[in-house]
Protein backbone atom coordinates (compact mmCIF):
# COMPACT_ATOMS: atom_id res chain seq x y z
CA UNK A 1 0.00 0.00 0.00
CA UNK A 2 2.95 2.28 1.11
CA UNK A 3 4.47 1.66 -2.84
CA UNK A 4 1.30 1.88 -4.57
CA UNK A 5 1.13 5.67 -2.21
CA UNK A 6 4.40 6.96 -3.22
CA UNK A 7 4.19 5.75 -7.00
CA UNK A 8 0.89 7.54 -7.25
CA UNK A 9 2.19 10.84 -5.49
CA UNK A 10 4.97 10.71 -7.94
CA UNK A 11 2.15 10.68 -11.10
CA UNK A 12 0.47 13.36 -9.62
CA UNK A 13 3.62 15.58 -9.39
CA UNK A 14 4.11 14.64 -13.21
CA UNK A 15 0.82 15.93 -14.13
CA UNK A 16 1.11 19.00 -11.79
CA UNK A 17 5.01 19.84 -12.83
CA UNK A 18 3.95 19.57 -16.32
CA UNK A 19 1.43 22.91 -16.38
CA UNK A 20 0.78 23.09 -19.47
CA UNK A 21 -0.59 19.70 -19.93
CA UNK A 22 -2.43 20.21 -17.15
CA UNK A 23 -4.54 22.70 -17.97
CA UNK A 24 -4.85 21.52 -21.60
CA UNK A 25 -6.25 18.25 -20.20
CA UNK A 26 -8.58 20.04 -18.13
CA UNK A 27 -9.68 23.13 -20.05
CA UNK A 28 -10.04 21.22 -23.51
CA UNK A 29 -13.26 19.88 -22.08
CA UNK A 30 -14.66 23.33 -21.11
CA UNK A 31 -13.29 25.00 -24.77
CA UNK A 32 -15.10 21.94 -27.02
CA UNK A 33 -18.52 22.67 -25.16
CA UNK A 34 -17.99 26.07 -25.70
CA UNK A 35 -17.22 25.60 -28.84
CA UNK A 36 -19.50 23.19 -29.96
CA UNK A 37 -22.37 24.92 -27.95
CA UNK A 38 -21.98 28.60 -29.77
CA UNK A 39 -19.76 28.71 -32.97
CA UNK A 40 -19.96 25.13 -34.46
CA UNK A 41 -23.42 24.55 -34.78
CA UNK A 42 -25.60 22.81 -37.47
CA UNK A 43 -28.69 25.04 -36.49
CA UNK A 44 -30.00 27.10 -38.84
CA UNK A 45 -30.59 30.61 -37.53
CA UNK A 46 -31.08 34.04 -39.31
CA UNK A 47 -30.01 32.75 -42.98
CA UNK A 48 -29.96 35.27 -45.37
CA UNK A 49 -32.37 35.08 -47.96
CA UNK A 50 -33.00 36.63 -50.99
CA UNK A 51 -37.05 37.64 -52.10
CA UNK A 52 -37.67 37.66 -55.87
CA UNK A 53 -42.00 39.05 -55.84
CA UNK A 54 -43.53 39.42 -58.68
CA UNK A 55 -46.95 40.14 -57.77
CA UNK A 56 -46.50 41.95 -54.44
CA UNK A 57 -50.14 42.42 -53.23
CA UNK A 58 -51.45 41.25 -49.91
CA UNK A 59 -50.92 37.42 -49.91
CA UNK A 60 -47.17 37.90 -51.03
CA UNK A 61 -46.36 40.94 -49.01
CA UNK A 62 -47.32 38.79 -45.76
CA UNK A 63 -46.07 35.54 -46.60
CA UNK A 64 -42.67 37.26 -47.08
CA UNK A 65 -42.84 38.75 -43.62
CA UNK A 66 -43.52 36.27 -41.94
CA UNK A 67 -40.62 34.27 -43.29
CA UNK A 68 -38.53 37.30 -42.23
CA UNK A 69 -40.04 37.45 -39.10
CA UNK A 70 -38.90 33.70 -38.40
CA UNK A 71 -36.00 33.38 -36.61
CA UNK A 72 -34.75 30.71 -39.08
CA UNK A 73 -34.49 33.65 -41.81
CA UNK A 74 -33.12 37.03 -42.42
CA UNK A 75 -34.93 38.58 -46.00
CA UNK A 76 -31.90 40.17 -47.38
CA UNK A 77 -32.24 41.23 -50.97
CA UNK A 78 -35.56 42.17 -52.44
CA UNK A 79 -34.67 40.90 -56.19
CA UNK A 80 -36.35 42.23 -59.49
CA UNK A 81 -35.66 39.42 -62.14
CA UNK A 82 -34.60 36.16 -62.63
CA UNK A 83 -31.50 36.88 -63.88
CA UNK A 84 -30.56 38.69 -60.28
CA UNK A 85 -31.06 35.21 -58.50
CA UNK A 86 -28.09 33.78 -59.84
CA UNK A 87 -26.13 36.63 -59.47
CA UNK A 88 -27.00 36.85 -55.52
CA UNK A 89 -26.37 33.19 -55.13
CA UNK A 90 -22.79 34.01 -56.71
CA UNK A 91 -22.02 36.83 -54.53
CA UNK A 92 -22.80 34.25 -51.67
CA UNK A 93 -24.60 36.45 -49.57
CA UNK A 94 -27.71 34.23 -50.02
CA UNK A 95 -28.54 30.99 -48.95
CA UNK A 96 -32.15 30.70 -50.27
CA UNK A 97 -33.98 32.44 -52.56
CA UNK A 98 -38.08 32.72 -52.63
CA UNK A 99 -39.59 33.34 -55.81
CA UNK A 100 -43.47 34.24 -55.97
CA UNK A 101 -45.06 34.39 -59.38
CA UNK A 102 -47.20 36.86 -60.90
CA UNK A 103 -50.90 37.24 -59.20
CA UNK A 104 -49.83 35.11 -56.16
CA UNK A 105 -53.20 36.45 -54.04
CA UNK A 106 -55.17 36.21 -57.03
CA UNK A 107 -54.46 32.30 -57.81
CA UNK A 108 -54.74 31.47 -54.00
CA UNK A 109 -58.24 33.19 -54.11
CA UNK A 110 -59.90 32.00 -57.00
CA UNK A 111 -57.97 28.94 -58.25
CA UNK A 112 -57.22 27.97 -54.77
CA UNK A 113 -54.16 27.09 -56.01
CA UNK A 114 -51.00 29.50 -56.29
CA UNK A 115 -47.39 28.44 -55.78
CA UNK A 116 -44.31 29.52 -54.31
CA UNK A 117 -40.88 28.75 -55.67
CA UNK A 118 -37.55 27.39 -53.97
CA UNK A 119 -34.60 27.91 -54.70
CA UNK A 120 -31.60 26.89 -52.54
CA UNK A 121 -27.99 26.86 -52.46
CA UNK A 122 -27.05 23.44 -52.76
CA UNK A 123 -23.25 23.51 -52.39
CA UNK A 124 -23.84 22.49 -49.62
CA UNK A 125 -26.47 20.28 -49.24
CA UNK A 126 -27.44 19.28 -45.76
CA UNK A 127 -28.06 22.99 -45.72
CA UNK A 128 -30.41 23.21 -48.47
CA UNK A 129 -32.20 20.48 -47.20
CA UNK A 130 -33.07 22.22 -44.02
CA UNK A 131 -33.52 25.60 -45.43
CA UNK A 132 -35.99 24.43 -47.48
CA UNK A 133 -37.73 22.41 -45.30
CA UNK A 134 -37.60 25.03 -42.78
CA UNK A 135 -38.84 27.57 -45.44
CA UNK A 136 -42.19 24.80 -46.32
CA UNK A 137 -43.20 24.54 -43.12
CA UNK A 138 -43.32 28.67 -42.46
CA UNK A 139 -45.38 28.45 -46.16
CA UNK A 140 -47.66 25.58 -44.72
CA UNK A 141 -47.85 27.53 -42.02
CA UNK A 142 -48.82 30.95 -43.61
CA UNK A 143 -51.53 28.66 -45.63
CA UNK A 144 -53.06 26.50 -42.87
CA UNK A 145 -54.00 30.20 -41.15
CA UNK A 146 -55.42 31.69 -44.34
CA UNK A 147 -57.62 28.88 -44.86
CA UNK A 148 -58.94 27.69 -41.41
CA UNK A 149 -61.72 30.04 -41.95
CA UNK A 150 -62.67 28.08 -44.71
CA UNK A 151 -63.61 24.54 -45.21
CA UNK A 152 -61.36 22.23 -47.60
CA UNK A 153 -63.23 19.02 -48.75
CA UNK A 154 -60.22 16.77 -47.47
CA UNK A 155 -56.77 17.89 -45.37
CA UNK A 156 -54.70 15.03 -43.29
CA UNK A 157 -53.29 17.69 -41.17
CA UNK A 158 -49.72 16.76 -40.27
CA UNK A 159 -48.85 17.29 -36.55
CA UNK A 160 -44.82 16.32 -35.68
CA UNK A 161 -43.39 16.25 -32.10
CA UNK A 162 -39.89 16.55 -31.20
CA UNK A 163 -39.62 13.93 -28.85
CA UNK A 164 -36.92 14.04 -26.69
CA UNK A 165 -35.08 17.23 -28.20
CA UNK A 166 -38.48 19.38 -28.86
CA UNK A 167 -36.59 22.68 -29.57
CA UNK A 168 -34.03 20.38 -32.01
CA UNK A 169 -30.99 21.97 -29.81
CA UNK A 170 -27.49 20.61 -31.46
CA UNK A 171 -26.36 20.47 -27.85
CA UNK A 172 -28.22 17.36 -27.41
CA UNK A 173 -26.48 15.87 -30.40
CA UNK A 174 -22.85 16.55 -29.45
CA UNK A 175 -22.35 16.75 -25.63
CA UNK A 176 -22.09 12.90 -25.81
CA UNK A 177 -19.99 13.02 -28.49
CA UNK A 178 -17.69 15.69 -26.81
CA UNK A 179 -17.66 13.33 -23.59
CA UNK A 180 -16.88 10.31 -25.48
CA UNK A 181 -13.79 12.46 -26.92
CA UNK A 182 -12.57 14.02 -24.14
CA UNK A 183 -12.15 10.82 -22.07
CA UNK A 184 -10.59 9.13 -25.16
CA UNK A 185 -7.97 11.79 -25.64
CA UNK A 186 -7.02 11.89 -21.42
CA UNK A 187 -7.05 8.58 -20.83
CA UNK A 188 -5.78 6.40 -23.93
CA UNK A 189 -3.64 9.06 -25.03
CA UNK A 190 -2.36 9.79 -21.54
CA UNK A 191 -1.77 6.57 -20.34
CA UNK A 192 0.03 5.69 -23.62
CA UNK A 193 1.80 8.67 -23.09
CA UNK A 194 3.11 8.32 -20.19
CA UNK A 195 3.89 4.94 -19.83
CA UNK A 196 6.29 4.93 -23.25
CA UNK A 197 7.57 7.83 -21.75
CA UNK A 198 9.10 5.51 -18.78
CA UNK A 199 10.51 3.17 -20.94
CA UNK A 200 12.06 6.25 -23.06
CA UNK A 201 13.78 7.15 -20.29
CA UNK A 202 14.93 4.36 -18.46
CA UNK A 203 12.88 4.71 -15.83
CA UNK A 204 10.55 1.73 -16.24
CA UNK A 205 13.76 -0.37 -16.00
CA UNK A 206 14.60 0.65 -12.65
CA UNK A 207 10.82 0.20 -11.29
CA UNK A 208 11.07 -3.37 -12.62
CA UNK A 209 14.14 -3.92 -11.06
CA UNK A 210 12.39 -3.14 -7.81
CA UNK A 211 10.06 -5.01 -5.77
CA UNK A 212 7.49 -3.37 -7.57
CA UNK A 213 4.75 -5.64 -9.11
CA UNK A 214 4.29 -4.76 -12.91
CA UNK A 215 0.65 -4.37 -12.58
CA UNK A 216 1.04 -2.17 -9.55
CA UNK A 217 3.06 -0.11 -11.64
CA UNK A 218 0.41 0.36 -14.18
CA UNK A 219 -2.58 0.61 -11.94
CA UNK A 220 -1.11 3.58 -10.55
CA UNK A 221 -0.29 5.17 -13.57
CA UNK A 222 -4.04 4.68 -13.94
CA UNK A 223 -5.30 6.33 -10.95
CA UNK A 224 -4.28 10.46 -11.32
CA UNK A 225 -5.92 10.08 -15.12
CA UNK A 226 -9.10 8.50 -13.69
CA UNK A 227 -9.64 11.40 -11.36
CA UNK A 228 -8.89 13.76 -14.39
CA UNK A 229 -11.34 12.32 -16.25
CA UNK A 230 -14.13 12.38 -12.82
CA UNK A 231 -13.08 16.37 -13.07
CA UNK A 232 -13.24 16.38 -16.74
CA UNK A 233 -16.79 14.00 -16.95
CA UNK A 234 -18.32 16.42 -14.43
CA UNK A 235 -17.47 20.32 -15.50
CA UNK A 236 -18.72 18.50 -19.22
CA UNK A 237 -21.91 17.77 -17.42
CA UNK A 238 -21.80 21.17 -15.19
CA UNK A 239 -21.68 23.17 -18.31
CA UNK A 240 -24.01 21.85 -20.10
CA UNK A 241 -26.81 21.58 -17.86
CA UNK A 242 -26.21 24.47 -16.80
CA UNK A 243 -25.08 26.75 -19.43
CA UNK A 244 -26.35 25.07 -22.33
CA UNK A 245 -29.65 23.60 -20.97
CA UNK A 246 -29.19 19.95 -21.72
CA UNK A 247 -30.99 18.38 -19.00
CA UNK A 248 -30.21 14.98 -17.45
CA UNK A 249 -33.47 13.38 -18.23
CA UNK A 250 -31.78 10.07 -16.87
CA UNK A 251 -30.23 8.54 -13.59
CA UNK A 252 -27.38 10.81 -13.03
CA UNK A 253 -25.89 8.08 -11.02
CA UNK A 254 -25.82 5.55 -13.90
CA UNK A 255 -24.85 8.21 -16.45
CA UNK A 256 -21.73 8.62 -14.18
CA UNK A 257 -21.00 4.91 -13.71
CA UNK A 258 -21.02 4.25 -17.62
CA UNK A 259 -18.48 7.06 -17.93
CA UNK A 260 -16.66 5.36 -15.52
CA UNK A 261 -16.70 2.04 -17.54
CA UNK A 262 -15.93 4.11 -20.59
CA UNK A 263 -13.03 5.80 -18.79
CA UNK A 264 -11.50 2.20 -17.89
CA UNK A 265 -11.45 1.07 -22.00
CA UNK A 266 -10.24 3.86 -22.42
CA UNK A 267 -7.25 3.27 -19.98
CA UNK A 268 -6.64 0.10 -21.17
CA UNK A 269 -6.62 0.47 -24.75
CA UNK A 270 -3.58 3.08 -23.88
CA UNK A 271 -2.35 0.33 -22.18
CA UNK A 272 -2.76 -1.49 -24.92
CA UNK A 273 -0.92 0.71 -27.29
CA UNK A 274 1.78 1.00 -24.82
CA UNK A 275 2.83 -2.05 -25.09
CA UNK A 276 2.75 -1.94 -28.86
CA UNK A 277 5.84 0.38 -28.92
CA UNK A 278 8.35 2.10 -27.53
CA UNK A 279 8.29 5.62 -28.40
CA UNK A 280 6.49 8.66 -27.37
CA UNK A 281 5.49 9.90 -30.78
CA UNK A 282 4.39 6.70 -32.00
CA UNK A 283 2.10 6.05 -28.91
CA UNK A 284 0.56 9.51 -29.72
CA UNK A 285 0.08 8.95 -33.30
CA UNK A 286 -1.29 5.69 -33.13
CA UNK A 287 -3.69 6.80 -30.01
CA UNK A 288 -4.49 9.97 -32.98
CA UNK A 289 -5.03 7.81 -35.86
CA UNK A 290 -6.33 4.56 -34.62
CA UNK A 291 -9.08 5.82 -31.56
CA UNK A 292 -9.43 9.76 -31.99
CA UNK A 293 -10.53 9.83 -35.52
CA UNK A 294 -12.58 6.70 -35.50
CA UNK A 295 -13.94 8.37 -32.71
CA UNK A 296 -15.01 11.23 -34.39
CA UNK A 297 -16.01 9.96 -37.61
CA UNK A 298 -18.04 6.51 -36.87
CA UNK A 299 -19.33 7.04 -33.34
CA UNK A 300 -22.34 8.72 -35.02
CA UNK A 301 -21.55 11.99 -33.57
CA UNK A 302 -20.63 13.91 -36.30
CA UNK A 303 -22.23 11.65 -39.53
CA UNK A 304 -24.89 9.59 -38.75
CA UNK A 305 -23.71 5.87 -39.45
CA UNK A 306 -27.11 4.69 -40.41
CA UNK A 307 -26.36 6.62 -43.59
CA UNK A 308 -22.58 4.88 -44.07
CA UNK A 309 -21.95 1.85 -46.47
CA UNK A 310 -22.18 -1.64 -45.07
CA UNK A 311 -18.34 -2.33 -44.04
CA UNK A 312 -18.32 1.77 -42.10
CA UNK A 313 -21.35 0.40 -40.75
CA UNK A 314 -20.23 -2.68 -39.79
CA UNK A 315 -16.57 -1.20 -38.57
CA UNK A 316 -18.41 1.01 -36.42
CA UNK A 317 -19.65 -1.82 -33.91
CA UNK A 318 -15.63 -2.03 -32.84
CA UNK A 319 -15.40 1.37 -31.71
CA UNK A 320 -15.99 1.68 -28.27
CA UNK A 321 -17.37 5.62 -28.23
CA UNK A 322 -20.22 4.18 -30.59
CA UNK A 323 -21.47 2.20 -27.80
CA UNK A 324 -21.06 5.14 -25.04
CA UNK A 325 -22.53 7.74 -27.25
CA UNK A 326 -25.48 5.79 -27.94
CA UNK A 327 -25.89 5.01 -23.93
CA UNK A 328 -24.94 8.68 -22.97
CA UNK A 329 -27.68 9.99 -25.67
CA UNK A 330 -30.19 7.37 -23.98
CA UNK A 331 -29.71 7.96 -20.50
CA UNK A 332 -28.92 11.52 -20.31
CA UNK A 333 -31.59 12.90 -23.00
CA UNK A 334 -34.28 9.90 -23.58
CA UNK A 335 -34.18 9.28 -19.46
CA UNK A 336 -33.64 5.55 -19.99
CA UNK A 337 -33.08 3.15 -17.25
CA UNK A 338 -30.35 0.61 -17.44
CA UNK A 339 -32.71 -1.79 -19.20
CA UNK A 340 -32.90 0.42 -22.02
CA UNK A 341 -28.72 0.33 -22.43
CA UNK A 342 -28.42 -3.42 -20.75
CA UNK A 343 -26.59 -4.36 -24.30
CA UNK A 344 -24.40 -1.60 -25.24
CA UNK A 345 -23.46 -1.66 -21.76
CA UNK A 346 -22.49 -5.50 -21.85
CA UNK A 347 -20.48 -4.38 -25.53
CA UNK A 348 -18.74 -2.27 -23.26
CA UNK A 349 -17.47 -4.47 -20.56
CA UNK A 350 -16.83 -7.29 -23.04
CA UNK A 351 -14.17 -4.76 -24.92
CA UNK A 352 -13.18 -4.14 -21.52
CA UNK A 353 -12.09 -7.47 -20.79
CA UNK A 354 -10.90 -8.20 -24.22
CA UNK A 355 -8.76 -5.07 -24.54
CA UNK A 356 -7.60 -6.04 -20.93
CA UNK A 357 -6.33 -9.26 -21.04
CA UNK A 358 -4.46 -8.86 -24.08
CA UNK A 359 -2.76 -5.76 -22.34
CA UNK A 360 -1.76 -7.52 -19.61
CA UNK A 361 -0.49 -10.63 -21.44
CA UNK A 362 1.45 -8.18 -24.19
CA UNK A 363 2.77 -6.48 -20.73
CA UNK A 364 6.16 -7.73 -20.91
CA UNK A 365 7.23 -8.45 -17.04
CA UNK A 366 10.95 -9.03 -17.90
CA UNK A 367 11.69 -6.87 -20.38
CA UNK A 368 13.86 -8.26 -23.64
CA UNK B 1 34.83 -19.88 1.08
CA UNK B 2 32.06 -21.20 -0.14
CA UNK B 3 29.47 -19.57 2.12
CA UNK B 4 30.10 -16.04 0.88
CA UNK B 5 29.62 -16.29 -2.65
CA UNK B 6 26.76 -14.16 -3.06
CA UNK B 7 25.93 -14.20 -6.52
CA UNK B 8 26.57 -17.61 -8.54
CA UNK B 9 26.01 -18.41 -12.04
CA UNK B 10 26.96 -21.69 -14.30
CA UNK B 11 26.33 -21.68 -17.80
CA UNK B 12 24.14 -19.03 -17.88
CA UNK B 13 22.88 -18.32 -21.28
CA UNK B 14 20.99 -15.88 -23.19
CA UNK B 15 19.34 -16.53 -27.17
CA UNK B 16 17.70 -13.78 -29.22
CA UNK B 17 17.00 -16.26 -31.89
CA UNK B 18 19.84 -17.55 -33.08
CA UNK B 19 21.93 -14.69 -31.95
CA UNK B 20 23.89 -15.73 -28.67
CA UNK B 21 23.82 -12.78 -26.85
CA UNK B 22 25.45 -14.43 -23.39
CA UNK B 23 27.28 -17.76 -23.83
CA UNK B 24 27.34 -20.56 -21.16
CA UNK B 25 28.87 -18.33 -18.19
CA UNK B 26 30.11 -19.33 -15.44
CA UNK B 27 31.34 -17.26 -12.67
CA UNK B 28 30.98 -16.44 -8.26
CA UNK B 29 31.03 -13.53 -7.03
CA UNK B 30 32.17 -12.91 -3.39
CA UNK B 31 30.58 -10.80 -0.34
CA UNK B 32 31.73 -7.58 -0.48
CA UNK B 33 33.44 -7.62 -3.60
CA UNK B 34 34.18 -5.40 -6.30
CA UNK B 35 33.40 -7.10 -9.49
CA UNK B 36 34.02 -5.76 -12.84
CA UNK B 37 32.07 -7.23 -15.91
CA UNK B 38 34.67 -5.79 -18.50
CA UNK B 39 34.09 -6.58 -22.38
CA UNK B 40 33.33 -4.02 -25.75
CA UNK B 41 30.09 -3.10 -26.46
CA UNK B 42 28.19 -5.46 -27.50
CA UNK B 43 30.35 -8.30 -25.98
CA UNK B 44 27.06 -9.24 -23.70
CA UNK B 45 27.66 -7.46 -20.33
CA UNK B 46 24.42 -5.54 -20.28
CA UNK B 47 22.17 -8.68 -21.06
CA UNK B 48 24.42 -11.27 -18.46
CA UNK B 49 23.46 -8.27 -15.70
CA UNK B 50 19.49 -8.16 -17.19
CA UNK B 51 19.52 -11.77 -16.51
CA UNK B 52 20.71 -11.36 -12.56
CA UNK B 53 18.20 -8.43 -12.08
CA UNK B 54 15.38 -10.12 -13.21
CA UNK B 55 14.77 -7.98 -15.91
CA UNK B 56 15.81 -11.20 -18.55
CA UNK B 57 14.38 -14.64 -18.66
CA UNK B 58 18.04 -17.04 -19.20
CA UNK B 59 17.44 -19.31 -21.96
CA UNK B 60 19.40 -21.94 -20.19
CA UNK B 61 22.08 -22.28 -17.17
CA UNK B 62 21.55 -21.61 -13.40
CA UNK B 63 22.15 -19.01 -11.57
CA UNK B 64 21.18 -17.66 -8.31
CA UNK B 65 21.43 -13.67 -6.54
CA UNK B 66 21.53 -13.37 -2.41
CA UNK B 67 21.10 -16.83 -2.30
CA UNK B 68 17.81 -16.78 -4.66
CA UNK B 69 17.53 -18.75 -7.68
CA UNK B 70 16.51 -16.82 -10.85
CA UNK B 71 14.09 -18.56 -11.89
CA UNK B 72 12.09 -18.91 -9.17
CA UNK B 73 12.25 -16.49 -6.68
CA UNK B 74 12.56 -13.03 -8.61
CA UNK B 75 10.54 -11.24 -6.40
CA UNK B 76 13.02 -12.50 -3.47
CA UNK B 77 16.21 -11.20 -5.26
CA UNK B 78 14.48 -7.81 -6.41
CA UNK B 79 13.86 -7.14 -2.73
CA UNK B 80 17.71 -7.37 -1.82
CA UNK B 81 19.28 -5.23 -5.17
CA UNK B 82 19.93 -2.25 -6.25
CA UNK B 83 20.60 -1.33 -9.90
CA UNK B 84 21.29 1.66 -12.23
CA UNK B 85 21.03 1.41 -15.53
CA UNK B 86 22.86 2.95 -18.52
CA UNK B 87 20.04 5.17 -19.05
CA UNK B 88 20.16 8.22 -16.28
CA UNK B 89 17.43 6.16 -14.14
CA UNK B 90 15.96 9.33 -12.08
CA UNK B 91 12.94 11.26 -12.28
CA UNK B 92 13.85 14.89 -13.51
CA UNK B 93 10.38 16.71 -13.33
CA UNK B 94 11.18 15.45 -9.37
CA UNK B 95 12.80 17.40 -7.02
CA UNK B 96 16.28 15.56 -5.08
CA UNK B 97 13.91 14.82 -2.26
CA UNK B 98 10.88 13.42 -4.02
CA UNK B 99 12.87 11.08 -5.77
CA UNK B 100 14.69 10.02 -2.56
CA UNK B 101 10.81 9.86 -1.08
CA UNK B 102 9.79 7.83 -4.14
CA UNK B 103 12.31 4.95 -4.22
CA UNK B 104 12.13 4.69 -0.37
CA UNK B 105 8.53 4.67 -1.19
CA UNK B 106 8.54 1.75 -3.56
CA UNK B 107 11.32 -0.28 -1.25
CA UNK B 108 8.85 -0.23 1.86
CA UNK B 109 10.78 2.17 3.98
CA UNK B 110 9.53 3.77 6.85
CA UNK B 111 8.96 7.63 6.94
CA UNK B 112 11.58 8.24 9.58
CA UNK B 113 14.36 6.00 7.66
CA UNK B 114 13.45 7.57 4.43
CA UNK B 115 14.11 11.35 6.15
CA UNK B 116 17.38 10.15 7.74
CA UNK B 117 18.59 8.22 4.95
CA UNK B 118 17.79 11.59 2.49
CA UNK B 119 19.62 13.59 5.28
CA UNK B 120 22.74 11.53 4.99
CA UNK B 121 22.82 11.35 1.18
CA UNK B 122 22.23 15.61 1.17
CA UNK B 123 25.53 15.81 3.54
CA UNK B 124 26.83 12.54 1.96
CA UNK B 125 26.96 14.44 -1.85
CA UNK B 126 26.43 18.00 -0.35
CA UNK B 127 23.03 19.35 -1.79
CA UNK B 128 22.08 21.45 0.96
CA UNK B 129 20.65 24.00 -1.60
CA UNK B 130 19.90 21.79 -4.03
CA UNK B 131 17.69 19.18 -2.06
CA UNK B 132 13.94 21.11 -3.30
CA UNK B 133 15.62 21.42 -6.65
CA UNK B 134 14.08 19.92 -9.74
CA UNK B 135 16.61 16.90 -10.40
CA UNK B 136 16.62 18.07 -14.25
CA UNK B 137 18.88 21.06 -13.20
CA UNK B 138 21.49 19.08 -11.75
CA UNK B 139 24.62 18.78 -13.43
CA UNK B 140 25.86 15.60 -14.82
CA UNK B 141 28.07 14.75 -12.61
CA UNK B 142 25.90 15.41 -9.66
CA UNK B 143 22.87 13.08 -11.31
CA UNK B 144 25.35 10.34 -11.61
CA UNK B 145 26.46 9.75 -7.81
CA UNK B 146 22.64 11.19 -6.79
CA UNK B 147 21.34 8.13 -8.99
CA UNK B 148 23.76 6.08 -7.22
CA UNK B 149 22.95 6.88 -3.79
CA UNK B 150 19.05 6.29 -5.11
CA UNK B 151 20.53 2.79 -5.85
CA UNK B 152 21.23 1.84 -2.61
CA UNK B 153 18.65 4.09 -0.85
CA UNK B 154 16.95 0.76 0.84
CA UNK B 155 20.47 -0.84 1.70
CA UNK B 156 20.40 -3.78 -0.78
CA UNK B 157 23.05 -6.52 0.01
CA UNK B 158 24.25 -6.28 -3.80
CA UNK B 159 24.30 -3.42 -6.30
CA UNK B 160 24.59 -3.82 -9.92
CA UNK B 161 25.79 -0.91 -11.86
CA UNK B 162 25.67 -0.77 -15.77
CA UNK B 163 27.87 1.35 -17.18
CA UNK B 164 27.22 4.53 -14.22
CA UNK B 165 30.10 6.28 -15.27
CA UNK B 166 29.39 7.23 -19.14
CA UNK B 167 29.89 10.43 -20.02
CA UNK B 168 31.02 12.00 -17.01
CA UNK B 169 34.62 13.77 -16.55
CA UNK B 170 37.74 12.78 -15.07
CA UNK B 171 37.29 14.24 -11.50
CA UNK B 172 33.64 13.57 -10.97
CA UNK B 173 34.86 9.22 -12.05
CA UNK B 174 37.38 9.49 -9.70
CA UNK B 175 34.48 10.54 -7.07
CA UNK B 176 31.89 8.06 -8.20
CA UNK B 177 34.51 5.25 -7.30
CA UNK B 178 35.56 6.47 -3.90
CA UNK B 179 31.42 6.17 -3.73
CA UNK B 180 31.84 2.67 -4.51
CA UNK B 181 34.27 1.83 -2.03
CA UNK B 182 32.59 3.61 0.84
CA UNK B 183 29.35 1.25 -0.29
CA UNK B 184 31.47 -1.85 -0.18
CA UNK B 185 33.30 -1.01 2.71
CA UNK B 186 30.09 -0.85 4.12
CA UNK B 187 29.44 -4.44 3.19
CA UNK B 188 27.62 -3.99 -0.40
CA UNK B 189 28.70 -6.02 -3.29
CA UNK B 190 29.29 -4.15 -5.88
CA UNK B 191 28.57 -5.68 -9.62
CA UNK B 192 29.62 -3.13 -12.11
CA UNK B 193 29.69 -3.30 -15.95
CA UNK B 194 32.48 -0.89 -17.56
CA UNK B 195 34.76 -0.26 -20.87
CA UNK B 196 36.56 2.12 -19.33
CA UNK B 197 40.23 -0.09 -18.38
CA UNK B 198 41.43 2.53 -15.78
CA UNK B 199 37.77 1.71 -13.92
CA UNK B 200 38.91 -1.94 -14.05
CA UNK B 201 42.05 -1.45 -11.71
CA UNK B 202 40.27 -0.20 -8.96
CA UNK B 203 38.39 -3.84 -9.24
CA UNK B 204 38.70 -6.68 -6.89
CA UNK B 205 38.46 -8.76 -9.44
CA UNK B 206 37.36 -8.66 -12.74
CA UNK B 207 35.98 -10.73 -15.75
CA UNK B 208 36.55 -10.09 -19.05
CA UNK B 209 34.13 -10.67 -21.64
CA UNK B 210 34.09 -11.35 -25.53
CA UNK B 211 31.50 -12.07 -27.98
CA UNK B 212 29.45 -13.84 -24.83
CA UNK B 213 31.84 -15.84 -23.20
CA UNK B 214 34.15 -15.03 -20.36
CA UNK B 215 37.78 -15.06 -21.53
CA UNK B 216 39.29 -13.98 -18.70
CA UNK B 217 38.79 -13.81 -14.69
CA UNK B 218 41.01 -12.78 -11.59
CA UNK B 219 42.37 -9.98 -9.59
CA UNK B 220 43.74 -7.23 -12.25
CA UNK B 221 47.32 -7.75 -10.95
CA UNK B 222 47.30 -11.31 -12.03
CA UNK B 223 45.57 -10.71 -15.36
CA UNK B 224 48.37 -8.44 -15.85
CA UNK B 225 50.96 -10.71 -14.82
CA UNK B 226 49.57 -13.59 -16.87
CA UNK B 227 49.06 -11.57 -20.18
CA UNK B 228 52.60 -9.72 -19.55
CA UNK B 229 51.22 -6.44 -19.83
CA UNK B 230 51.84 -3.17 -18.02
CA UNK B 231 47.70 -2.30 -17.85
CA UNK B 232 44.23 -3.25 -17.85
CA UNK B 233 44.20 -1.53 -21.41
CA UNK B 234 46.73 -3.67 -22.67
CA UNK B 235 45.40 -7.04 -20.91
CA UNK B 236 41.45 -5.67 -22.58
CA UNK B 237 43.35 -5.41 -26.46
CA UNK B 238 45.55 -8.40 -26.29
CA UNK B 239 41.98 -10.13 -25.70
CA UNK B 240 39.40 -8.42 -27.49
CA UNK B 241 40.80 -8.24 -30.33
CA UNK B 242 39.85 -12.12 -31.07
CA UNK B 243 36.03 -10.40 -31.13
CA UNK B 244 34.33 -11.04 -34.63
CA UNK B 245 31.31 -9.49 -33.71
CA UNK B 246 30.71 -5.67 -32.58
CA UNK B 247 27.55 -3.79 -32.28
Known sequence: MKQFFSFVTKEFLHIWRDKRTMFILLGMPVFQIIIFGFALTNEVKNSKIAVLDQSKDAASVSLIQELDASRYFDVQQNLTS????????????????????????????????????????????????TLTNYATAVIMDFQNRITSNKKLPYSINVETRMLYNPQLKGAYNFVPGVM??????????????????????????????????????VFSKAVPYLMLSAVNIASILLLSVFVLEVPINGSLTLLVA???????VALSLGLLISTITD????????????MFLPTVMLSGFMFPIENMPLPLRTFSNIVPAKWYYIIVRSVMIKGLGIMGVWKETLVLVGMLLFFLTVAVKRFKIRLQ | ??????????????????????????????????????????????????????????????????????YKHNEDIKKNIGYMSQKFSLYEDLTVRENMQLYGGIYGK??????????????????????????????????QKLAFSVAIFHEPGIVFLDEPTGGVDPVTRREFWNMIYE?????????????????????????????????????????????????????FLKLARKATRSE
Open chain 1, 82 to 129: YKEIETAFRKGKIKLAVVLPNQFDEDLQHINKASVQLIADASDPNVAS
Open chain 1, 180 to 217: AMVLLLVCTMMTAITIVREKEMGTMEVMLVSPMKPQMV
Open chain 1, 258 to 264: ESLLFTL
Open chain 1, 279 to 290: SQQAAMFIALVG
Open chain 2, 1 to 70: MSNDIIISATKLTKRFGHFTAVDEITFDVHKGEIFGFLGANGAGKTTAMRMLCGLSMPTSGKASVAGFDV
Open chain 2, 110 to 143: SKAFIKDKTQEIVDQLHLGNEADKLVKSLPLGWK
Open chain 2, 183 to 235: AADKGITVFVTTHYMDEAEYCSRVSIMVDGKIEAMDTPAELRKRYNAPSMDEV
